[in-house]
């Protein structure tokens, strides 16, 4: 099938399992080479790319359709129907925290329910079970067809669109206007609890009691336990998620109130404000496979930082419509302001930029909706090695920009939250048990006004 101007990727949820398998069975392989006694791992943590979507067979154990990617822009039509429908074709109308787009879980489940016919009859027949990739892993780690678990925790259930956010468990008004069947969905748990051990591998035995989606994790992994602490990474998107407490803060500019952690049964949820950049790393793979103007991710850096400039030249890689504040679809990308003088460095320095103007955009949304300003940025994500773009990042901010030595930050919070978990308790989150990380800070060298500061003048 073709679906055109859509962003799709062909993504196996057994390719997706064994890359698990894998990775466990090589780390576990490397510790022995280090001599390191791999009965001392006392827990496994889950982290996951949210809102890809998944459904398969509980009798069988297989998958019954590839999963459908956060990105892709298939279920654009299943999204118009639902607005269609809403009143006043409000986009807005939910009070999921979400707005209705192609980005969440629900119209993804309801675009298969509708298009494969494998995963209509499994509903029908009642084989089928929905879930993130967070919940395919935890069934198939802890059994699959043999007694699996089938679990989420509150903050990849907050991006599905058929969560109540207040209540913290599915809500049967949002499953009955997505016309999907309660019995499909996974048990929603905490973010830090034993949720089943691992039933094969060298791990077999060992509890798993961590799980949070990528961005949640990387808020812990930041230890953004704070009201107002904020963090952004920088992966295939950009997201920045603002710690706002017990209390949900729901947005009037654009951005989505989201889950940040629950880390235990009994504790309290955090929410946060979120804005979401559906392209900044992708930018760079895009001037890579696309256009062939660079060889690789590193080489974007030498380039830009050749010319320091994009002199006029602007680019809004809007590939898969805008996400965060705008949630427009039927955008598509831009560069202007060419001239004869441009060139593939000019270019590599306005893709640098737009992750920096498109972060702009999304914390002065926060500031307005928070009531107060951010002073400085946590980033995290493979894009902060580009030490031009952290700089930039600054500049434009005004804010300094400050980046952990440990920029696995999503892995991190995973693994904090799974040895947090009552019945492990490797550790403990409390404030006054945490360690600090080394940092580098990149400060502004502009200030608000656009003007060069006197200490960038010096230099």
Same mark, same amino acid.
Request: charged share 20%.
């Given at each position: 099938?073709?679906?055109?101007?859509?962003?799709?990727?062909?993504?196996?949820?057994?390719?997706?399992?064994?890359? /698990?398998?894998?990775?466990?069975?090589?780390?576990?392989?490397?510790?022995?080479?280090?001599?390191?006694?791999?009965?001392?791992?006392?827990?496994?943590? %889950?982290?996951?790319?949210?809102?890809?979507?998944?459904?398969?067979? &509980?009798?069988?154990?297989?998958?019954?359709?590839?999963? @459908? /990617?956060?990105?892709?822009?298939?279920?654009?039509?299943?999204?118009?129907?639902?607005?269609?429908?809403?009143?006043?074709?409000?986009?807005?109308?939910?009070?999921?925290?979400?707005?209705?787009? !192609?980005?969440?879980?629900?119209?993804?489940?309801?675009?298969?329910?509708?298009?494969?016919?494998?995963?209509?009859?499994?509903?029908?027949?009642?084989?089928?079970?929905?879930?993130?990739? =967070?919940?395919?892993?935890?069934?198939?780690?802890?059994?699959? &067809?043999?007694?699996?678990?089938?679990? *989420?925790? $509150?903050?990849?259930?907050?991006? *599905?669109?058929?969560?109540?956010?207040?209540?913290?468990?599915?809500?049967?008004?949002?499953?009955?206007?997505?016309? %999907?069947?309660?019995?499909?969905?996974?048990?929603?748990?905490?973010?830090?609890?034993?949720?089943?051990?691992?039933?094969?591998?060298?791990?077999?035995?060992?509890?798993?009691?961590?799980?949070?989606?990528?961005?949640?994790?990387?808020? $812990?992994?930041?230890?953004? +336990?704070?009201?107002?602490?904020?963090?952004?990474?920088?992966?295939?998107?950009?997201?920045?998620?603002?710690?706002?407490?017990? &209390?949900?803060?729901?947005?009037?500019?654009?951005?989505?109130?989201?889950?940040?952690?629950?880390?235990?049964?009994?504790?309290?949820?955090?929410?946060?404000?979120?804005?979401?950049?559906?392209?900044?790393?992708?930018?760079?793979?895009?001037?890579?496979?696309?256009?062939?103007? @660079?060889?690789?991710?590193?080489?974007?850096?030498?380039?830009?930082? =050749? /010319?320091?400039?994009?002199?006029?030249?602007?680019?809004?890689?809007?590939?898969?419509?805008?996400?965060?504040?705008?949630?427009?679809?039927?955008?598509?990308?831009?560069?202007?302001?060419?001239?004869? +003088?441009?060139?593939?460095?000019?270019?590599?320095?306005?893709?640098?930029?737009? /992750?920096?103007?498109?972060?702009?955009?999304?914390?002065?949304?926060?500031?307005?909706?928070?009531?107060? #300003?951010?002073?400085?940025?946590?980033?995290?994500?493979?894009? !902060?090695?580009?030490?031009?773009?952290?700089?930039?990042?600054?500049?434009?901010?005004?804010?300094? %920009?400050?980046?952990?030595?440990?920029?696995?930050?999503?892995?991190?919070?995973?693994?904090?939250?799974?040895?947090?978990?009552?019945?492990?308790?490797?550790?403990?989150?409390?404030?006054?048990?945490?360690?600090?990380?080394?940092?580098?800070?990149?400060?502004?060298? @502009?200030? #608000?006004?656009?003007?060069? !500061?006197?200490?960038?003048?010096?230099?």
């Amino acid at each position: 099938e073709h679906f055109p101007n859509c962003i799709q990727r062909k993504e196996d949820p057994k390719e997706i399992l064994q890359s /698990v398998y894998e990775c466990m069975e090589r780390t576990c392989e490397k510790l022995g080479q280090l001599n390191i006694d791999i009965s001392n791992i006392k827990a496994v943590g %889950v982290t996951n790319q949210r809102e890809t979507t998944l459904v398969w067979d &509980k009798e069988t154990g297989e998958p019954l359709y590839n999963a @459908i /990617v956060w990105l892709d822009l298939r279920t654009q039509s299943t999204v118009e129907r639902l607005i269609n429908s809403t009143p006043g074709k409000n986009k807005n109308q939910l009070k999921t925290g979400l707005p209705i787009s !192609t980005y969440f879980s629900a119209v993804k489940l309801r675009w298969l329910m509708d298009n494969v016919e494998e995963v209509a009859e499994a509903v029908l027949t009642h084989r089928a079970m929905f879930g993130t990739v =967070d919940s395919w892993l935890i069934w198939c780690l802890t059994g699959g &067809k043999s007694g699996g678990v089938h679990v *989420t925790d $509150v903050t990849n259930a907050s991006r *599905t669109m058929l969560f109540n956010i207040h209540t913290l468990d599915w809500d049967p008004e949002l499953c009955k206007y997505f016309d %999907v069947p309660m019995e499909i969905l996974p048990q929603v748990k905490s973010s830090s609890e034993i949720y089943g051990s691992m039933n094969s591998g060298s791990l077999a035995g060992v509890p798993i009691s961590g799980c949070l989606g990528d961005q949640s994790a990387a808020l $812990v992994g930041q230890m953004c +336990f704070q009201d107002g602490q904020a963090k952004n990474t920088y992966g295939t998107g950009c997201f920045l998620l603002r710690n706002t407490g017990i &209390k949900p803060v729901m947005s009037d500019h654009g951005l989505l109130t989201t889950l940040a952690y629950k880390l235990g049964k009994d504790s309290p949820a955090h929410y946060a404000l979120e804005g979401s950049v559906a392209i900044a790393g992708a930018v760079v793979r895009w001037l890579k496979d696309n256009l062939g103007i @660079i060889q690789s991710s590193a080489e974007i850096e030498k380039l830009a930082g =050749d /010319v320091g400039s994009s002199y006029g030249c602007y680019f809004v890689p809007a590939f898969s419509g805008l996400y965060a504040p705008y949630w427009e679809p039927s955008a598509r990308g831009i560069i202007c302001g060419l001239t004869q +003088f441009t060139n593939r460095s000019h270019l590599a320095f306005a893709a640098l930029e737009a /992750v920096c103007f498109q972060t702009r955009e999304i914390l002065e949304a926060m500031n307005q909706d928070y009531g107060v #300003p951010l002073t400085q940025l946590q980033v995290d994500g493979g894009m !902060t090695s580009n030490r031009l773009l952290m700089q930039l990042q600054a500049d434009v901010l005004c804010i300094p %920009v400050v980046k952990p030595s440990m920029s696995e930050t999503t892995a991190l919070g995973a693994a904090m939250a799974a040895g947090a978990a009552e019945g492990v308790g490797v550790w403990s989150l409390t404030p006054g048990n945490l360690t600090t990380i080394p940092t580098d800070k990149y400060q502004p060298l @502009i200030n #608000p006004e656009g003007e060069r !500061t006197a200490s960038d003048l010096d230099q």
